[in-house]
Nanobody, 117 residues
Framework: QVQLVETGGGLVQAGGSLRLSCAAS????????MGWYRQGSGKQRELVAL???????NYADSVKGRFTISRDNAKNTVYLQMNSLKPEDTAVYYC???????????WGQGTQVTVSS
């Protein structure tokens, strides 16, 4: 069984930075695309950033130039470096990973990011 555990959320002032981490546990698993989604209060969950195993990235327009996604395949871990944070970045951030072999998606439990103005 795969578990994704996010860490690194918290409260930060506008203009500040946070780094989120998501570690996938479970022996024998490898992942293709790994990424981050977020859901603000009263809003739908949206893609923030995605990184394939081959290194292709996809970012939401709202975070381009401010957020950077990276991963360590050996550790089955994906990171999200968030700089120049804005109040509108406030949301619960979820990690998602797609199994390399089955394609099944796995989700983390979410971590709250709050940006104060």
């Amino acid at each position: 069984q795969v578990q994704l555990v996010e860490t690194g959320g918290g409260l930060v002032q506008a203009g500040g930075s946070l780094r989120l981490s998501c570690a996938a546990s479970g022996s024998g698993f490898s992942f293709n695309a790994m990424g981050w989604y977020r859901q603000g209060s009263g809003k739908q969950r949206e893609l923030v950033a995605l990184l394939t195993r081959g290194g292709v990235t996809n970012y939401a327009d709202s975070v381009k130039g401010r957020f950077t996604i990276s991963r360590d395949n050996a550790k089955n871990t994906v990171y999200l470096q968030m700089n120049s944070l804005k109040p509108e970045d406030t949301a619960v951030y979820y990690c998602k990973a797609n199994s390399l072999y089955s394609g099944l998606p796995y989700w983390g439990q979410g971590t709250q990011v709050t940006v104060s103005s």
